[in-house]
Structure formats: structure tokens, C-alpha cells
């Protein structure tokens, strides 16, 4: 069975690895174009790009797929490659450019998206981070036929998975990634055996997983201490949670909830026990933090470098 594979970071390296390890032939790889990065700002190939190159693959980076956008010129040319490949089907896994009804009616058994989520809770941008911040205590993975809709395509199937409470976006990330790399490769022997039953998602129970800003890493300590340990477990590694101690962001990495009070903001202590910080309801423990320029470091060790002490304050700015 020929399959076209559409995705970019790797998350999507993981399952493409997964079907090319199945033996599926993949004559063609969608990923998004190289972008600078680095503090060099060279430009670099996505995850993606880089696990096709290295095993012969065909690799395609189209700005866009609408033909009626702002290239058409390149949308025509990547129909066009997209029709001659004659793939029976394409996975899709966090590719982030939008498939238009032209490009998801080409393949015969359409397009089959793997998403981080179950469905229909967490359709969008960020459904690992949200769910994590949302304090959820599960999550998993749903193989949904792709329709022009957010993630409101018919579900193949969903697999659940548990989320701890010291899980944090990257640590569930990889798991949910070699999930989605064992499912697709079994929903694609099973569609290689026949066809696949899809059920429509239920209207009850969507919520959608906004696309994270860097606007949100600033911890507001007039939240609950809960609130704030699941969003630096949702923020970590991207895009890091801030807390501003004067004109100095510290970069909170690990922390717990204590019961504590005080002034929100307030450091109740700082120890080699980690930096207990009072908050709108309960305080929280930071245990591992890092300067700008700097290392992570666990508490003890950072407070060597960077003093903090008691009756200081963090800013409250959200």
C-alpha cells in the first residue's frame, strides 16, 4: 500500500518512523518549509524532513496547498504531485498547514490524522498542554478522518492514556507519540485487510486546545497553587514558565503545592527545601529554576548563585 505521510515535528517523525519500520512504502513526505532557529537563525528541516532524507524518502515543503491562496502557483504544483504519487491514503500528524477539500478527496481512502487527544475533547493547536493545565487526569490518542473542519472529522479509533500528576508536556508527549505510531500502523493493516468503520464525534463534551503563547508562561500568583504546578508541568519544555522576581525572569521548571498562606507572591521561605511562594489559595514550592544565560538548577544550588529571602516578592502580572 503506498501511503503520502504529511507532518512536521516529532511528534510526526515518531509515527513516520513507526510506518516506514512497518515496511509501508511512503513515496512522498509533506513537511512544512525549513525556518530559521537557533541563535544563529540558520534555517533547519523539521524532524520530519530530516528522518525522510535519511532513508530515501521524497520530501515536498509547499508554502501552501489552496489553490485559490495566496500561492497558487505552489498549491497547483503540490496537487499535482499529490494526484501522480497515486497513494491509496495519507497520514496526517501535527503537519500544520490546513488540507483543503481539494487535497483531502484525493486519496481513495482519504486522509487519516493522528491526534493527541480523545476527541472531541481538545480538538486544536495544543491538546497536550491544555489538557495537562486543565488538570485531566487522562488523554490519548484518536485516528479521525479528516474533514475541512478543527479535528471534527468521523473517529476511527482512541486509545486512552494516563496522566500522572509529575507528567509534564514533554513526558506525555513522547508517549503519546509512540502511541500514535502503533495505531496508525494497525489501523493501516487493517485498512490494507479491507475498509475502515468511522463513527461520527459526539456534540457533547468539545472543548479546544488553543495554541500556546508566550504571553502565557508569566505565573500569576494570585491563582491557586494547584492552577499555577499544572500549568509549569503544561509549560515545560515549551514555552517555560516565568516568574518575575524585579526586572529578572526566572524560568520555573519543577514545583509543588504546600499548604501555606501569605500575600500573594510573597516568599515565605527559601531553603535548601526550594523557594515557597504564597499564592491566591495554598503556596507553591519551586524545586528547580533557572536564571537568564543560565542553567536549570534544583533549588539549593540556584540560590547559591541567585540569593532570594524571605518577605521578597514576585510580581503578580499575569
Known amino acids: 500500500m503506498k501511503v503520502i505521510f504529511a507532518g512536521t515535528p516529532d511528534f510526526a517523525a515518531t509515527a513516520l518512523a513507526a510506518l516506514h519500520e512497518a515496511g509501508f512504502s511512503i513515496p512522498l ?3 512544512q518549509p525549513d525556518r530559521p532557529a537557533g541563535r544563529g537563525m540558520q534555517l533547519q528541516s523539521s524532524p520530519v524532513k530530516q528522518y525522510a532524507l535519511a532513508h530515501g524518502m521524497r520530501v515536498a515543503q509547499p508554502v501552501s496547498l489552496r489553490l485559490n491562496g495566496k500561492y497558487p502557483e505552489e498549491a497547483a504544483n503540490a496537487h ?3 494526484k501522480n504519487t497515486e497513494a491509496q491514503v495519507m497520514v496526517v500528524a501535527a503537519y500544520g498547514l490546513i488540507l483543503p477539500a481539494s487535497v ?4 481513495p481512502s482519504g486522509c487519516i490524522n493522528i491526534h493527541a487527544s480523545l476527541l472531541p475533547r481538545w480538538r486544536g493547536a495544543a491538546p497536550i498542554h491544555r ?4 488538570g485531566d487526569l487522562e488523554t490519548g490518542i484518536t485516528l479521525m478522518q479528516m474533514d475541512e473542519g478543527l479535528d471534527t472529522g468521523p473517529i476511527l479509533v482512541k486509545e486512552s492514556e494516563p496522566i500522572s500528576t509529575d507528567d509534564t508536556t514533554g513526558a506525555l508527549h513522547d508517549r503519546l507519540a509512540a502511541l500514535g505510531g502503533r495505531m496508525i500502523v494497525d489501523a493501516l493493516n487493517r485498512l490494507a485487510a479491507g475498509a475502515l468503520p468511522f463513527t461520527p464525534q459526539p456534540e457533547e463534551g468539545v472543548t479546544y486546545a488553543a495554541k ?5 508562561a ?3 500568583f494570585r491563582l491557586s497553587a494547584e492552577q499555577l504546578v499544572r500549568r509549569i ?3 515545560n519544555p515549551f514555552p517555560g514558565a516565568l516568574a ?17 498562606s501569605g500575600p500573594p507572591g510573597e516568599i515565605l521561605a527559601a531553603d535548601a527545601h526550594g523557594i515557597l511562594v504564597a499564592c491566591g489559595e495554598g503556596a507553591l514550592r519551586l524545586l528547580e529554576l533557572q536564571k537568564p544565560g543560565g542553567k536549570r538548577h534544583e533549588a539549593a544550588q540556584f540560590l547559591q548563585g541567585f540569593p532570594l529571602e524571605a518577605g521578597q516578592a514576585f510580581q503578580l502580572e499575569a
Not at 131 to 134: G, R, S, T
Not at 212 to 216: D, F, P, V, W
Not at 245 to 258: E, F, H, M, Y
Request: proline fraction near 5%; glycine fraction near 2%; charged fraction near 25%.
Open 233 to 235: 508541568r503544561a509549560f
Open 244 to 260: 518575575k522576581i524585579g526586572d529578572t525572569p526566572l524560568k520555573i521548571w519543577r514545583a509543588s503545592v504546600q499548604a501555606s
Open 80 to 82: 499535482a504531485l499529490l
Open 212 to 216: 500556546i503563547s508566550k504571553e502565557e
Open 131 to 134: 489538557a495537562i493545565e486543565a
Open 29 to 31: 513526505v509533506l513537511t
Open 104 to 107: 483531502l478527496q484525493l486519496p
Open 218 to 220: 508569566t505565573l500569576d
